[in-house]
């Protein structure tokens, strides 16, 4: 009917517009493909729709199910819930009360601790200022020993084999006797000299900062006062001697030093063990503190 159709509308096409439209066999094959075509879209968006609408239905059928499971496992759980409130009132209230604590006993530890920093910083004060002090000795310290080096066995010997020492010999081995607490006189300086290696070992080792202030004192008011004790002016008569000379002088100027140095020390020992002291006691704090506050969150949690 439609290929008919066709035929009789060409005619009044031609009629109206002189124009020639020819309907074949092809057309009509071309009309038949045309058709199962679009039969077979629909047919395929048919069965999609019903797919989707049997899976959607089949969805819904199983929420049902879940649904009627979950209200029978709510009704089941209502009790546990209650008792489940209950309890978290009880550990909200507790969270609440050891948070307090917690902050508390922190500022509490804060304010310690900000004693214990500034005795730290206090210590560090003293500390500095006593490794200053020795600094501003080490170059005397030095110089003694420099001027010890300078000596050797032969000097040592050459100092012995004076059977009377000149004034100036004399005048720098008084002090040096003196200050190792052996007698002044010559004698007892040649039989310290006896053994030069023995000598020299003690020269070395001389530790001034165990000799007495009042000891110190002579030497430097009996000694010092007299304007040939000059290791130039010694050493001009005795070489050696003049080396002992700027020895017994490097060693005074550091015990000078030194001595300022010991009271120091002696309250940095005292501020060190009342800082550790602190600090332990500050660190057994602050480790409750944290004991407290990881509780607090682990309720919290």
Same mark, same amino acid.
């Given at each position: 009917?439609?290929?008919?159709?066709?035929?009789?509308?060409?005619?009044?096409?031609?009629?109206?517009?002189?124009?020639?439209?020819?309907?074949?066999?092809?057309?009509?094959?071309? /009309?038949?493909?045309?058709?199962?075509?679009?039969?077979?879209? #629909?047919? &395929?968006?048919?069965? @999609? !729709? %019903?797919?989707?609408? =049997?899976?959607?239905?089949?969805?819904?059928?199983?929420?049902?199910?879940?649904?009627?499971?979950?209200?029978?496992?709510?009704?089941?759980?209502?009790?546990?819930?209650?008792?489940?409130?209950?309890?978290?009132?009880?550990?909200?209230?507790?969270?609440?009360?050891?948070?307090?604590?917690?902050?508390?006993?922190?500022?509490?530890?804060?304010?310690?601790?900000?004693?214990?920093?500034?005795?730290?910083?206090?210590?560090?004060?003293?500390?500095?200022?006593?490794?200053?002090?020795?600094?501003?000795?080490?170059?005397?310290?030095?110089?003694?020993?420099?001027?010890?080096?300078?000596?050797?066995?032969?000097?040592?010997?050459?100092?012995?084999?004076?059977?009377?020492?000149?004034?100036?010999?004399?005048?720098?081995?008084?002090?040096?006797?003196? /200050?190792?607490?052996?007698?002044?006189?010559?004698?007892?300086? #040649?039989? &310290?000299?006896?053994? @030069? !290696? %023995?000598?020299?070992? =003690?020269?070395?080792?001389?530790?001034?900062?165990?000799?007495?202030?009042?000891?110190?004192?002579?030497?430097?008011?009996?000694?010092?006062?007299?304007?040939?004790?000059?290791?130039?002016?010694?050493?001009?008569?005795?070489?050696?001697?003049?080396?002992?000379?700027?020895?017994?002088?490097?060693?005074?100027?550091?015990?000078?030093?030194?001595?300022?140095?010991?009271?120091?020390?002696?309250?940095?020992?005292?501020?060190?063990?009342?800082?550790?002291?602190?600090?332990?006691?500050?660190?057994?704090?602050?480790?409750?503190?944290?004991?407290?506050?990881?509780?607090?969150?682990?309720?919290?949690?």
């Amino acid at each position: 009917m439609v290929h008919v159709s066709v035929e009789n509308t060409s005619e009044s096409f031609f009629n109206e517009l002189r124009r020639r439209v020819y309907t074949t066999p092809k057309s009509y094959l071309d /009309l038949i493909s045309l058709y199962l075509n679009t039969l077979k879209t #629909k047919r &395929e968006e048919y069965n @999609a !729709n %019903k797919n989707r609408l =049997a899976s959607g239905l089949s969805k819904l059928n199983y929420t049902n199910t879940q649904i009627a499971e979950l209200k029978i496992k709510l009704a089941e759980l209502q009790p546990i819930l209650v008792i489940k409130n209950a309890d978290l009132k009880v550990t909200l209230a507790n969270v609440s009360k050891d948070k307090a604590e917690a902050d508390e006993k922190e500022a509490v530890v804060m304010e310690e601790k900000e004693v214990v920093e500034k005795t730290a910083a206090n210590a560090k004060e003293i500390a500095d200022d006593a490794e200053n002090d020795v600094r501003a000795a080490q170059p005397q310290l030095e110089k003694a020993k420099t001027a010890v080096a300078a000596l050797t066995k032969d000097a040592i010997v050459e100092l012995k084999s004076f059977n009377t020492p000149p004034d100036a010999v004399a005048l720098v081995m008084e002090p040096v006797m003196i /200050l190792t607490g052996k007698a002044k006189d010559w004698k007892t300086a #040649k039989s &310290e000299m006896s053994d @030069a !290696n %023995k000598f020299l070992t =003690a020269l070395k080792n001389f530790d001034v900062s165990k000799v007495k202030e009042s000891t110190l004192k002579t030497i430097r008011s009996k000694y010092f006062s007299n304007k040939d004790f000059n290791p130039d002016f010694i050493g001009s008569k005795s070489l050696p001697a003049g080396h002992l000379c700027a020895w017994i002088l490097a060693l005074s100027q550091y015990q000078i030093v030194y001595k300022n140095i010991v009271p120091k020390k002696a309250k940095l020992a005292e501020v060190t063990k009342i800082l550790k002291e602190a600090q332990d006691t500050l660190n057994e704090k602050l480790a409750i503190v944290k004991s407290v506050k990881d509780a607090v969150a682990a309720l919290q949690a």
